[in-house]
């Protein structure tokens, strides 16, 4: 069926006239079927110019990334829902559920990965998107099942501590966000298109991951804290 001039045009206008960060949320969520949920957010400003968590926790440890109202039970899909949420709330942190149908992720501390990343390159591996915030590096990869996790990580004499597994039940912060430590963006920005970026397998970048490790000039690790 032809489509009527009219309404590509008033599509079009809906999208100019939705939110950058809004777009990106609804490009996650339905283009890519990753599901997402708002995270708690930060506070006002104090006069000093500090932001701390809006969530209760005064001692919150991770200002404004993380869930709390809605939980993670709540991530979905649903496009009105996605709406609705970043209708109300532009400015919240956006969090993707990992595992299940949408990505999972290894996260290291930001300078190991800044130094891992190019002794991935040199090995040869090729890598999917890549969040970066001040403080961790999250590198998304294929959907896994924790049964699977414990024998790759069974199979290994030693794991870098600093690493971190985002699988079923757990999230990660994405693009665009801010969060207490500062800007969320993407290190390795997902490829442009209608379909989902690609993704990894966990076990060849936990692979490189774990050589990059061991292969210190002081015998150390290049992944510690």
């Not at 109202?69 to 109300?88: I, Q, S």
């Not at 024998?151 to 985002?166: G, N, W």
């Not at 500062?182 to 774990?210: H, K, M, N, S, T």
């Amino acid at each position: 069926m032809r489509e009527i001039p009219g309404r590509r045009r008033g599509r079009r206008l809906r999208r100019e006239q939705t939110p950058a960060r809004l777009r990106a949320v609804l490009t996650c969520a339905t283009a890519w079927q990753w599901p997402v949920v708002p995270g708690a957010g930060l506070a006002a400003p104090t006069r000093h110019g500090g932001r701390s968590c809006a969530c209760p926790d005064p001692e919150c440890a991770v200002p404004g990334a993380h869930p709390f109202d809605p939980g993670l039970l709540a991530a979905t899909t649903d496009e009105r829902m996605v709406r609705w949420w970043w209708t109300n709330r532009p400015q919240a942190p956006v969090l993707l559920a990992t595992g299940g149908r949408g990505a999972c992720a290894v996260s290291l501390p930001a300078v190991s990965g800044a130094q891992a990343l190019p002794v991935l390159d040199a090995l040869g591996v090729r890598l999917g998107p890549v969040v970066a915030t001040p403080t961790r590096w999250s590198l998304l990869v294929a959907p896994y099942g924790l049964e699977r996790l414990g024998e790759l990580l069974h199979a290994k004499d030693r794991v870098p501590s600093s690493l971190r597994f985002h699988g079923d039940g757990g999230y990660v912060v994405v693009p665009p966000s801010e969060v207490g430590t500062g800007q969320v963006r993407w290190e390795r920005p997902p490829a442009q298109g209608p379909d989902a970026p690609w993704l990894p397998d966990i076990e060849p970048v936990l692979d490189a991951l774990v050589e990059a490790s061991s292969g210190a000039p002081d015998g150390g690790s290049r992944l510690a804290y």
